[in-house]
Each structure stands twice: as structure tokens, then as C-alpha cells.
């Protein structure tokens, strides 16, 4: 697990400093407890109450003594974000904006099947990345989200689902594809990933946590070394060429890069596979031939592939791919062995579908100004033109 925080150890002994416990995985929380003269198995307790049962008022934590609930009352209120907008789609899928601090919003997704729920949850406020067909990386990025922030939507969730009578435990998948790139925010992605698989908290299987990344390859090496999780890759593109547009990050870790750190994983689980993301744009990177390249790419990895039909968003530059292209382009890689599934379409009436997510973001990068300017120059030569 996680060594305790560098700026958790600074005030570890100033008695007055309030800490939030909800994002400290429980070596975290033992540490801490240890620092203010508490028995470090009281982590334990104290997870059990606020992850499994969902009570976060010390003063119904009835196992703990009065002295210690005082003090946990004192130094580590729990901070949930608020639910600024709550929305239901026609398929069920559910989608809540939360507010984090005084000028950002992030999204979370619920999406309920019939053996499953999964929750996506979001790790950045907008996204440092700039991928051209997403959404949320039009929206430009102002900070990665705290631990904190990042369980209190798992917290959150299930305790909504809970009153509206999903069950004890609705959620049984969560995944981090929401807003951000998770790889860019180790610090307090990997604390908030070991308490979803904690007996002690969550309880989630390995198998049931999803780590998505674009591909920033040093991080990727972090989470085989460091944390038994399932890996999600966003493809798109299996050339180069091509996917230093649709995700300019592999300029600077390249396909090759990416490949290696995906074997380096498969070799650390080698009953694991890594599952790929393959956005279906129109005309872009949807022909058997774009296939055929997919299918050299992944030769040899245990992989398997889920293609995305693309959700379009205001003033994008793509389309979606038609079906029958779609169908094709999974019938290629199935008669190459490859376990290929497209991915159905879930809450796009409600801006809840893959890439869609936007919530409201203080944008520190000037990528959505820029966007929305050239938008306006679009529009402006699109009007001079009909004028014409």
C-alpha cells in the first residue's frame, strides 16, 4: 500500500491541523492515527464505518470512545462534493455534476446491467490531455482531483443508490474513464484505488477496477509495480501517424512504449489482459485496413478490444462510423483471434456516453477559449462563404 503523504507526514504532529480521512487508504490511516496517540488498528474500524456502512457522523461510530470521536470530529471532518445536478437517462443510466471547491464541477456515471453496476468516476477537474474527439479535453483542464474527492464520489454514489433502492451494494464495477487522465494523478489515484479493493472498504475485486490510461508509459510501470489493478489503454490508432493527432500524447510515448509497458504488465499478470479502447470515428480510423493494423499491433498481447462507436458532441470534427463499417471492423479482428466486443451506447441522452463528460471546469490551459474561437472563425467562414 501507499506510504503516508509527504504533506499528510508534515502535519502528522500539529494537533490542530484538520486532515480528510476519506481519501487515506488504511496504512495511511494507521500512520496517522499512530502520529495523534491512537492505536493504528482503529484504521480499520474507522474504514469499515465510513466505506462499508456509509456513516460518516463519529458520533454513530459507537465501538470508538467519546474521546476519539471528539477528536476525529476536530481534526477530520468528512467533506463530500455536492450534487449540483442529478440526471436520468431513458436506458437507466445515471449521471450526477458535483461540485468540488467554488469554481470547478466534475461528472460521475452510473450505469446499471443486469448482473452489474458500474460507476465511472473522474480523477481530474477537465483533463491535461487534449485528445481531439473527447469532450472533456475540449473543456482544458485546472487540477488533478484529490483522493478525497475521488472516493467521495464512490461514497456518494452508493449512498444515493442506497436511498433510491438499488440494494446494499449497487455498485459492483467502478472504472476511472471519467474526466482526466488517472495516470497523470498517481498520488492520489493509487491511495484512492487500494480503498475500493479493501476488505476494509470497499471490498471490489482486482478484477472489478479499471485504471484507463492514454498511455503515459512511466505511470503504466507504477501501477504494474505497485498496484494489482485491471489496465484499460485508450488506442484509437495503431499507427503512429495517426494517433499523434486523435491523442497527442503519443508523440511523446509512441506505440512502441506503450506496447512495451503493456507486455511489462502482462508479464507481472500474465492470467491478466489488457483491454483496448478503439474510439470508431468515421473515415478516420474505421477501414479494414485500419484494422488489419490493430490486429499487427496486438499480436502476441492478451488483449481484448472494445470498439466505441463515437458520441458526438457540440462543433466536433468527427462523426460516427456506420454500423455496418462498425460490424466489419469487429469481424476482422474476431477472424484474427482477437475478443472484440462493441461497446453499446449508454445515457448519450444525457451527455453521459464515452467522451461526452464536460462538468464545469476554470480551465487554467486557455483550451476551450481556443476552441471556441475557432469555432467562431469556422461559423464566420461558413456565413462569408454562403454570402458568396
Not at 503512429?240 to 502482462?266: F, I, S, T, W
Not at 456506420?322 to 466489419?328: H, I, T
Request: positive net charge.
Amino acid at each position: 500500500m501507499s506510504s503516508i503523504p509527504t504533506e499528510l507526514a508534515a502535519v502528522a504532529s500539529d494537533s490542530s491541523t484538520q486532515v480528510s480521512l476519506l481519501g487515506m487508504n488504511r496504512q495511511m490511516l494507521a500512520d496517522w492515527l499512530r502520529s495523534q496517540g491512537e492505536k493504528p488498528f482503529r484504521a480499520q474500524q474507522l474504514m469499515q464505518w465510513v466505506h462499508q456502512r456509509g456513516i460518516i457522523d463519529y458520533d454513530q461510530m459507537t465501538d470508538l470512545s467519546k474521546v476519539l470521536r471528539a477528536k476525529l470530529s476536530q481534526l477530520a471532518p468528512v467533506r463530500l462534493p455536492e450534487v449540483k445536478v442529478d440526471q436520468v437517462a431513458s436506458d437507466g443510466t445515471r449521471k450526477w455534476l458535483l461540485e468540488v471547491d467554488g469554481h470547478n464541477a466534475i461528472e460521475m456515471v452510473f450505469i446499471p446491467e443486469t448482473n452489474r453496476g458500474t460507476l465511472c468516476i473522474s480523477s481530474q477537474v477537465g483533463c491535461a490531455l487534449a485528445c481531439t474527439f473527447c469532450m472533456t479535453a475540449k473543456q482544458g483542464f485546472n487540477r488533478n482531483l484529490s483522493s478525497d474527492e475521488i472516493i467521495g464520489q464512490m461514497w456518494l454514489a452508493q449512498h444515493l443508490l442506497r436511498q433510491a433502492g438499488w440494494g446494499e451494494n449497487p455498485i459492483t464495477n467502478v472504472v476511472f474513464m471519467g474526466m482526466g487522465e488517472p495516470l497523470l494523478n498517481v498520488n492520489q489515484v493509487f491511495p484512492a484505488a487500494e480503498i475500493l479493493m479493501d476488505d476494509w472498504g470497499y471490498g471490489l475485486s482486482k478484477k472489478r477496477v479499471t485504471i484507463s490510461t492514454s498511455g503515459i508509459v512511466p505511470a503504466m510501470d507504477m501501477v504494474t509495480e505497485r498496484l494489482d489493478i485491471s489496465l484499460a489503454v485508450s488506442l484509437h490508432a495503431a499507427s503512429n501517424r495517426l494517433r499523434d493527432v486523435l491523442v497527442p500524447v503519443n508523440q511523446k510515448y509512441p506505440l512502441a512504449e506503450l506496447m512495451g509497458a503493456c507486455r511489462r504488465y502482462l508479464q507481472r499478470y500474465p492470467k491478466r489482459h489488457v483491454l483496448f479502447e478503439y474510439v470508431m470515428l468515421d473515415g478516420v480510423n474505421d477501414s479494414i485496413s485500419h484494422a488489419r493494423e490493430v490486429i499487427t499491433l496486438l499480436q502476441g498481447i492478451s488483449a481484448k478490444v472494445n470498439l466505441i462507436p463515437f458520441n458526438p458532441f457540440p462543433d466536433t470534427d468527427y462523426q460516427t462510423s456506420p454500423f455496418e463499417r462498425v460490424l466489419a471492423f469487429q469481424q476482422r479482428l474476431m477472424k484474427a483471434g482477437l475478443q472484440t466486443n462493441i461497446r453499446k451506447t449508454r445515457g448519450e441522452d444525457i451527455d453521459a456516453a464515452c467522451g461526452q463528460l464536460a462538468g464545469d471546469v476554470s480551465d487554467r490551459t486557455k483550451r476551450k477559449a481556443n476552441y471556441q474561437q475557432t469555432i467562431q472563425f469556422r461559423r464566420l467562414d461558413s456565413q462569408q462563404g454562403t454570402r458568396v
